[in-house]
């Protein structure tokens, strides 16, 4: 989103707060977030888990980014965002895992090829002295 669309954005998303929820407060907390001036003030843009946040509250998203109003999702596509929302969670905290795990078998890797490279050395001195 370019500057111009999230100012249209954020002054949407203040229209909507005001005349659908009675301000920006009571959407920040039907939402459970905290900085929704982030949004109306155009400062950062819209992701999907956000735009997510704005569908389960109810908010009318369709107007945010088109101006009309009428459009609504219904309870099937909001459970199917939600689900989408929790898969998204579960591979996020699988990947923080994986990563995680990683690390670790990088720090095991180098260690053992410490280790390697020591009893090569070892063994060659062996060698070595044997044929003095």
């Avoid at 946040?53 to 908010?59: C, E, I, N, Q, S």
């Avoid at 990683?102 to 090569?120: G, Q, T, V």
């Amino acid at each position: 989103m370019d500057e111009f669309s999230k100012e249209i954005f954020g002054e949407r998303l203040k229209k909507i707060a005001k005349d659908d929820f009675g301000g920006i407060g009571k959407l920040a907390s039907k939402m459970r977030h905290n900085n929704l001036s982030l949004y109306t003030s155009a400062v950062q843009e819209p992701k999907a888990t956000f735009i997510h946040k704005l569908l389960v509250a109810g908010v009318d998203i369709i107007f945010l980014f088109t101006g009309k109003r009428g459009a609504t999702v219904d309870d099937e596509t909001k459970k199917k965002f939600e689900e989408m929302e929790q898969r998204l969670q579960k591979l996020e905290s699988k990947l923080f895992r994986l990563t995680q795990e990683n690390e670790e078998l990088k720090e095991e890797n180098a260690s053992l090829r410490s280790s390697m490279a020591k009893d090569i050395n070892h063994s060659q001195n062996k060698g070595m002295d044997k044929l003095k």
